[in-house]
């Protein structure tokens, strides 16, 4: 038996014996360099896969390779980069195995999927393009449901058994990166898989605004109202984006009524109750309240210990229970700054195959202002080298990498704005300057204008996590 059918022999044993998730994400690439009487080594295609499997499995392939060869009695595992080398045919590709070893199956899952994947994708009242993609990350194999958003999920699922029947409209609100999105998309996808007669139009509001703007202009706005009528299942996400767009919402407040009246399903997704859209006409508002409305709030710590959990096993990324916990105890807002954290993670690895330790990111999340304190930081008083403004206005001028008379002189260009407000701003939080002594500094300018700038810049960190982070790193530097 040459080294790829021993190793076949071996995979075969183990995919008996582990789950199919584990499979895919902890064996990637993986030969058989040597086969000896007592032992046998493994080329992995990376330290994680090797610290995994030395880790987590190292027991059942032992056991699995005793079944082939009955004398071993010790495996090792050697990192090979070249094992990516398509002239190796020794290696095993497992995620392509896997599809081998399980095709029959798969064929008429994908036959189903194609089935519904592709059905009434256009109207021939309106154009060629497609009207729904679904798309493989918004599935409930990903979607952890917590207690907030449990009845939002509930009411998805009863909208699936009967569309157009229970439920409608169904209005789900809450705040960016809590999973609507995810739910609006699954329960389309869900809609398509049972029903295969339904045609379903998943959009954002800018998309609707889009092709509103353009029925317009080519006078086809009758052509959309058929378009929507020929559909039986719409779904709409952002709808915030709708205010102030009067006609737009007049036109929605048309389509609306021609699908209620034919019991066609209506999903509406916004970041706000339907009593808090101001700026939305009150006859369309009220249409939003004649179904069901239901809320996401912020999940828990477990839920999010668990969502980050999960989003580490599907990158198959490796995240140690305490750092895991550490993240999840402090990212807090939303479920889209865990997959933000989670990334900026993966690509330092990637970059220096470092594992994330605590000690390393509880140091970037305080950089990244969500924490205050660094976990096993040494209470070593460290002294600033910061006496005067010329000090501030030489640090963020190195930092931007600009000359600093841009910073003092008055210019509107981006690039050397927000470096002058950042100075501003340093200047009042940590030296203490009043608002008329930074002025006469930045070419005399007046108090109102130095509060603006302050406050600009403030206004600008709470929404952007970028900018916050160059901030904290220029105070890092100068220990401010």
């Known amino acids: 038996m040459n080294k790829y059918d021993s190793l076949t022999s071996v995979l075969n044993i183990i995919l008996q014996n582990i789950k199919k998730q584990d499979f895919l994400v902890y064996f990637r690439k993986i030969s058989v360099i040597e086969i000896t009487n007592t032992k046998i080594i493994f080329w992995v295609v990376s330290w994680f896969m090797k610290e995994n499997l030395e ?6 392939i032992l056991k699995s390779s005793k079944q082939i060869f009955p004398q071993i009695e010790k495996i ?3 990192v090979d980069m070249n094992i990516e080398n398509p002239s190796n045919h020794d290696v095993v590709d497992c995620a392509q195995y896997f599809k081998d070893a399980s095709k029959k199956p798969k064929k008429s899952s994908t036959t189903e999927e194609s089935s519904w994947s592709s059905q009434k994708w256009s109207s021939s009242s309106w154009d060629d393009t ?11 194999d990903n979607f952890i449901v917590w207690p907030s958003n449990q009845l939002p999920y509930s009411a998805c699922e009863a909208v699936v058994r009967n569309p157009g029947k229970s439920y409608n409209p169904l209005y789900i609100y809450g705040d960016v990166g809590l999973g609507k999105t995810h739910l609006l998309q699954w329960t389309g996808n869900a809609i398509l898989r049972k029903y295969k007669d339904k045609t379903v139009r998943y959009m954002t509001a800018d998309k609707f605004i889009t092709e509103y703007v353009t029925a317009v202009k080519k006078k086809w706005v009758e052509r959309l109202r058929q378009k929507y009528a020929e559909v039986d299942v719409i779904i709409i996400d952002d709808v915030q984006f709708l205010s102030k767009k009067e ?8 389509i609306f009524n021609i699908l209620y009246d034919a019991q066609k399903q209506i999903i509406i997704s916004w970041d706000r109750s339907p009593k808090e859209l101001t700026e939305i006409e009150p006859r369309l508002k009220s249409r939003f309240e004649w179904g069901i409305i239901v809320d996401i709030s912020k ?6 210990l668990a969502i980050l959990q999960e989003k580490a096993r599907a990158r198959e990324f490796l995240i140690p229970q305490d750092v895991a916990e550490f993240i999840a105890a402090n990212v807090t ?8 954290i989670l990334n900026q993670l993966m690509a330092e690895y990637e970059l220096d195959h470092s594992t994330p330790t ?4 509880a140091r970037k999340l305080k950089k990244l202002s969500f924490t205050t304190d660094i976990l096993g930081e040494t209470k070593v008083q460290r002294t600033t080298t910061i006496k005067s403004y010329e000090d501030i206005i030489n640090a963020v001028s190195s930092h931007f990498w600009i000359e600093k008379e841009w910073i003092l002189w008055e210019n509107r260009r981006k690039e050397f704005m927000i470096p002058r407000q950042v100075a501003m701003y340093l200047l009042k ?46 105070r890092d530097g100068i220990w401010i």
């Not at 807002?333 to 933000?340: A, P």
């Open 55 to 60: 880790a987590k499995f190292y027991d059942l």
């Open 76 to 78: 090792e595992f050697i």
């Open 130 to 140: 497609k009207i729904w993609t679904p798309s493989d990350r918004y599935t409930l």
């Open 247 to 254: 006609q737009t919402q007049n036109e929605l407040y048309n």
């Open 299 to 304: 999940p828990d710590f477990e839920t999010r």
């Open 333 to 340: 807002d939303s479920v889209r700054e865990l997959e933000w």
């Open 358 to 361: 605590l000690e390393k990111v």
């Open 429 to 474: 939080t940590k030296l203490h300057y009043t608002y008329e002594r930074i002025g006469n500094i930045f070419s005399g300018r007046n108090h109102a204008a130095v509060l603006y700038s302050c406050n600009k810049l403030e206004s600008m960190l709470k929404k952007d996590k970028t900018l916050l982070y160059e901030i904290n790193v220029l």
